[in-house]
């Protein structure tokens, strides 16, 4: 049980790491741009816009509150 | 007009061909230096037999693990593989460039092998002494479990790298030929290898991962990026002008936050 625990943790870590909320907003950016394709919007600039979107809002709450 | 739209094309998968070497070497060279770090403390202080063969365990799992996957995901279509890789590679990719990006602009301590070298040579000078196997136990499960986990992170980056490209020859050979770099700096040092620029590789590996998901996995989802190809090159210059942004943003910031308490009173 120890070791599927550390084996889930640590695929946990590798993949979502610290900022679950990053992980997600690549799983709907990613679901968006697949749905919006596959209805005739060619949405290649969906995903550059999303990352940098996400990347802000992330590094904005990791350094709000910093010394 | 159509042979030089050919000569582009060719030039843009040369480039990305390049990249996908590129990117594995570097990716795979910053892991294994911090495996380098555990062997080379642990193996001064308690001894090289019991940790060198912690490392061939260790090797030998991983050598399993890619026998294992490799030939699984040559089954999966390509789309399908490109959209789940490309979401992995964003996730992972994300993370290395969140960091660099942190420690770049002094939010985040850069990572010391230094440092990581003294902790992990006091730890195991302190660990007890137990055999098992006619081994030093701790010498070779902190051997195997640091080579296991970093090399875990090498195999994940030279599978998704060669499996969406189709080229698992090229990102084993930018792996391959960063163990023979990381191995000879480090019998050359005899030490951990501190004066490494880990975090502007861990900077442009975070770019290259970031850049690679987001292409493969826009191509997965059904994207046709125009300039087909070439359009990788487009999106690692916006992420990378971007983020370059972002840390002289949070430099600034960071000035004007410490300037205050720093100020003779």
């Given at each position: 049980m120890k070791y599927i625990r550390s084996f889930a943790l640590f695929w946990w870590n590798f993949v979502?790491?610290?900022?679950w909320r990053v992980a997600l907003g690549l799983a709907v950016a990613l679901g968006l741009t697949y749905l919006l394709t596959h209805n005739?919007?060619?949405?290649?600039?969906?995903l550059p816009v999303a990352i940098v979107l996400l990347l802000a809002g992330s590094l904005w709450r990791e350094t709000r509150n910093a010394p | 007009m159509r042979a030089r739209a050919e000569i582009r094309h060719d030039g843009a998968v040369n480039t990305n061909t390049a990249l996908v070497v590129l990117g594995s070497f570097l990716a795979c060279g910053v892991e294994m230096v911090e495996a380098l770090t555990i062997v080379l403390g642990v193996g001064i202080v308690r001894g090289w037999r019991s940790t060198l063969i912690g490392v061939g365990v260790a090797t030998v799992v991983l050598a399993a693990i890619v026998a294992a996957l490799g030939p699984a995901l040559r089954v999966i279509p390509i789309g399908t593989l490109r959209f789940v890789v490309g979401a992995l590679l964003l996730a992972f990719g994300l993370q290395w460039l969140r960091k660099a990006i942190l420690r770049s602009s002094g939010y985040m301590p850069l990572h010391d092998e230094d440092a990581a070298f003294r902790r992990e040579r006091e730890q195991a000078a302190a660990a007890g002494h137990e055999q098992k196997a006619g081994l030093d136990w701790y010498a070779f499960t902190v051997s195997f479990k640091g080579v296991l986990l970093e090399g875990l992170e090498v195999v994940f980056i030279v599978i998704t790298f060669g499996s969406a490209q189709k080229s698992y020859g090229l990102a084993a050979a930018g792996a391959a030929a960063a163990l023979v770099v990381v191995v000879a700096a480090g019998v050359l040092a005899?030490?951990?290898?501190?004066?490494?620029?880990e975090n502007t590789i861990k900077y442009a590996v975070g770019l290259l991962l970031t850049s690679f998901g987001c292409f493969w996995g826009a191509e997965g989802a059904g994207v046709d990026w125009p300039g087909d190809e070439l359009s990788l090159l487009a999106v690692l210059a916006f992420l990378g002008a971007f983020s370059l942004l972002f840390v002289r943003l949070l430099r600034r910031r960071r000035r004007h936050t410490l300037a205050p308490a720093e100020a003779p009173a």
């Open positions: 979502v790491g610290d900022d005739g919007v060619n949405a290649w600039w969906l | 005899r030490g951990p290898l501190e004066r490494v620029p």
